[in-house]
């Protein structure tokens, strides 16, 4: 479907304020950091869930409250003081490919992050290298990870926009942390621009965002979201991200195709 500028500018911001809704989230990851009112215990909570999106998303949420019901419902507080010992509660963990030594190691690292920084939002922020865009601190946050304990064979779990991955996940997550929270969905934690912000980029986005010519990259790579960031920020500069909810729910809900 091909509209004008005009047209594509108010049909999409008004798909957005239809399907940024609460009751639109039910069975979606983010209810799992909705869980907490602390910014720690709701950066980290948010990362297992983020961490763990891919597949059916009731499978997602089940397996995001198994962690946190490992980690006595206090992420914050495990995160930060949890033992060799502590660690074993993950024994038998399993997601897909997703396992219990990968999570060992992502406490594991996330507890020296939290020893050095603030926080993930203030890890983000000191690694943005003056771009338009977040892709500097993801590559910065997967090295971290690896060199304080994540396992290589964790690696595949966290894009790298260097290696043209599309960042889908790890870019969910920085909008829930950073988007303003007057819509009860983000939170809007992290001392971050969201206009910085990109779209996360997956089977139905793309879809949608092709088909309205947002985007006309085949692949789904890290060009790719560079791309769909130049046409949403035409319309919504400020808050591209925003502009999430809409393809989200069109190709989602509406089976936009």
């Not at 198994?66 to 914050?76: F, G, K, T, V």
């Not at 894009?159 to 960042?167: E, H, I, L, V, Y």
Request: charged share 30%; with cysteine; proline share 4%.
């Amino acid at each position: 479907m091909k509209l004008k500028k005009s047209e594509l500018r108010d049909f999409l911001l008004e798909k957005a304020d239809f399907y940024a809704r609460k009751s639109f989230i039910e069975e979606d990851p983010i209810l799992i950091p909705h869980r907490f009112s602390q910014n720690d215990d709701i950066e980290i909570s948010g990362l297992l869930a983020a961490t763990l999106a891919w597949g059916q998303r009731k499978t997602i949420i089940a397996k995001s409250e198994d962690l946190i019901e490992r980690m006595d419902d206090a992420p914050a507080d495990f995160v930060k003081n949890a033992s060799r010992n502590d660690l074993e509660t993950f024994n038998g963990f399993v997601h897909r490919t997703f396992q219990a030594e990968d999570i060992k190691g992502l406490i594991r690292a996330l507890k020296v992050l939290y020893s050095e920084y603030d926080s993930i939002g203030d890890f983000f922020g000191q690694h943005l290298d003056g771009q338009e865009h977040l892709g500097a601190a993801y590559t910065a946050f997967k090295r971290y990870l690896l060199d304080n304990g994540l396992p290589n064979r964790a690696a595949k779990h966290f894009g790298d926009p260097t290696k043209g991955s599309a960042c889908k996940r790890i870019t969910m997550y920085s909008r829930w942390m950073t988007r303003s929270a007057k819509e009860g969905i983000d939170f809007g934690i992290w001392d971050i621009n969201p206009a910085l912000l990109s779209l996360p980029l997956d089977v139905h986005s793309g879809r949608v965002a092709r088909s309205l010519g947002l985007l006309k990259r085949k692949q789904s790579d890290w060009k790719a979201v560079l791309e769909l960031d130049g046409a949403v920020r035409k319309i919504e500069p400020n808050d591209p991200a925003r502009l999430d909810y809409a393809l989200f729910g069109l190709g989602v809900y509406e089976g936009w195709k």
